[in-house]
C-alpha cells in the first residue's frame, strides 16, 4: 500500500487539432484508498492511468508513489513500467491464454523475481481470496468471463503491488456477473484494503466502490469526495448531470410568477427577499411525481403541465418521457421514474399522450445559477 501523490500533471496528444488529454491534474490517494475517476467518454480517465502506469510519458508535472519518485517532468525522472511497483486489470481480461490459471496469476511474482513469494503458497491464498482456488489448473479458454475477471483481479493483486489500476473492468460482463464481481471486490477492499484507482463511466460502480469518487471533464478534476458527499451535493450542473439529476428546469420568476421551459410553474413560493429570480433547478427522475391534476399536488410541491410522449415498463418502475406541454417544446424533455405500484400495491398506470402534471418538491431538488454553479439557497 502506497500513499500516490501526482502533481500538475500534463498530457498532451499530437494531432489535428492536438489535445490536451489530462490539463495540469493535482490528486493524492491516500494509503489504502479506493478512489474512483468517473467522467463522460474522452474525459481523461485512462490517460492519467496510463500516466500513473508508465505507459503514456507526460509533458510535465510529477507523479509519487509512497516514497518512490517515478515521473518528474523537470528533474528528467521517468520510471518505466516495470520499475513501478502497480498492479493492474483491465477491461479485456488479458490473461494469457497458453498458461493456466495457476501460471497466469504466478506471472507477475515470476516477472519481479518475487521467489519468497511464490514459494510460500501466495498464488493459491490470492486465488482463495477471489474464489478461483478451485479453477488453478484450468486454462483461461475453459472459464467464464466472471472468472476470467476474478483471475485477473487476483494477477493485479498478487504481488501485493504498492497500487492497483482497474481500467473498466468490469465492462465486458453481463450485467448480472457484473453485479456479483463488483460486490465481490467491494467484499475484498474492505477485508483487505489496498489502494487503488478505479476507472468508470458507471455511475453505479462509482458510488459502490469508491472510498472517494472524483468526477472528470476536459482532464480535469471538477469534484472529488466521499461518494455520498459527490452524489447529494454536486457543486455544479455538470456533476449534477453525470451523477443521475437529468431534469433540468431553468427558472425564471416574472411579474409575480414562476416559468420553467416557457410553461408556468404553479405552486411554487416567490423568490424570499433579495435571492435569485432566475436559477436552474435539477431533479432526479426518481424524485418527481405524475399527477392528473394541479389540485392533486401535496403541501409544499410545485408543478408544471407535460405532455407523456413515451412510456416504458422497468418492472419496479415505469420510465415515463414527458415533454413541457407548450407548442416548441419537441427537446425540451423530462423523465419521471415512477413505482410501477402505489402503497397500496395498486398499479399505476400512465399512457403514452396523456396531459399530466409533473409534481416536484423543490427542496428534492439542486439549485444552480445561470453558470451552472451550486446555489445554496
Ligand atoms: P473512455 O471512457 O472513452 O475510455 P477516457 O476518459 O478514458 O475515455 P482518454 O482515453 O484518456 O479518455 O482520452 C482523453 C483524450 O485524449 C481524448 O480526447 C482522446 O481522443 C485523446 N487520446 C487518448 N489517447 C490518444 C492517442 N494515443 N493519440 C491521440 N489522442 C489520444
Redesign the pocket.
Known amino acids: 500500500m502506497s500513499h500516490v501523490s501526482i502533481r500538475q500533471l500534463l498530457k498532451n496528444?499530437?494531432?489535428k487539432p492536438p489535445?490536451v488529454?489530462?490539463d495540469h491534474l493535482d490528486l493524492e490517494i491516500e494509503d489504502g484508498e479506493f478512489l474512483v475517476l468517473l467522467?463522460?467518454?474522452?474525459?481523461?480517465?485512462?490517460?492519467?492511468?496510463?500516466c500513473l502506469a508508465g505507459l503514456e510519458q507526460p509533458a510535465s508535472g510529477s507523479i509519487t508513489l509512497g516514497d518512490q519518485l517515478v515521473f518528474d517532468g523537470d528533474r528528467g525522472v521517468n520510471l518505466t513500467p516495470d520499475k513501478r511497483f502497480i498492479g493492474m486489470v483491465f477491461q479485456s481480461y488479458a490473461l494469457w491464454p497458453h498458461m493456466t490459471v495457476r501460471k497466469n496469476i504466478a506471472y507477475p511474482l515470476k516477472s519481479r523475481k518475487l521467489t519468497d513469494a511464490l514459494n510460500s503458497g501466495r498464488v493459491e491464498e490470492t486465488a482463495a481470496l477471489v474464489d478461483c482456488e478451485r479453477l488453478l489448473d484450468r486454462l483461461p479458454a475453459e472459464l467464464s468471463g466472471g472468472q476470467q475477471q476474478r483471475v485477473a483481479l487476483a494477477r493485479g493483486l498478487v504481488s501485493h503491488p504498492d497500487l492497483v489500476l482497474f481500467d473498466?473492468p468490469l465492462s465486458n460482463l453481463d450485467a448480472r456477473l457484473r453485479d456479483q464481481v463488483r460486490a465481490e471486490l467491494h467484499d475484498l477492499h474492505q477485508r483487505k484494503p489496498f489502494t487503488a484507482v478505479f476507472?468508470t463511466?458507471d455511475q453505479s460502480e462509482a458510488l459502490a466502490l469508491g472510498t472517494r469518487m472524483a468526477i472528470?471533464r476536459a482532464?480535469q478534476i471538477v469534484q472529488i469526495g466521499p461518494p455520498r458527499e459527490v452524489f447529494e451535493e454536486p457543486v455544479d450542473e455538470y456533476v449534477a448531470g453525470f451523477t443521475g439529476m437529468s431534469n433540468r428546469l431553468p427558472c425564471e420568476y416574472v411579474d409575480g410568477r414562476w416559468y420553467a421551459l416557457g410553461a408556468e410553474i404553479f405552486g411554487m413560493q416567490p423568490p424570499a427577499g433579495a435571492s435569485v429570480g432566475s436559477f436552474v433547478i435539477r431533479l432526479r427522475p426518481e424524485k418527481v411525481r405524475l399527477v392528473a391534476d394541479a389540485a392533486d399536488l401535496r403541501h409544499g410541491e410545485a408543478g408544471i403541465a407535460v405532455h407523456v410522449d413515451d412510456v416504458e415498463y422497468g418492472g419496479l418502475h415505469l420510465d415515463v418521457m414527458c415533454s413541457v406541454a407548450v407548442e416548441d417544446s419537441a427537446r425540451r424533455q423530462l423523465h419521471a421514474r415512477i413505482p410501477t405500484h402505489d402503497s397500496s400495491r395498486a398499479p399505476r398506470t400512465v399512457s403514452r399522450g396523456a396531459a399530466m402534471i409533473l409534481a416536484f418538491d423543490p427542496i428534492d431538488g439542486r439549485t444552480f445559477d445561470t453558470d451552472g454553479r451550486a446555489l445554496a439557497l
Not at 467522467?39 to 496510463?50: A, D
Open positions: 496528444f499530437d494531432g489535445t488529454a489530462v467522467g463522460p467518454s474522452g474525459c481523461g480517465k485512462t490517460t492519467t492511468l496510463r473498466e476507472v463511466h472528470m482532464g
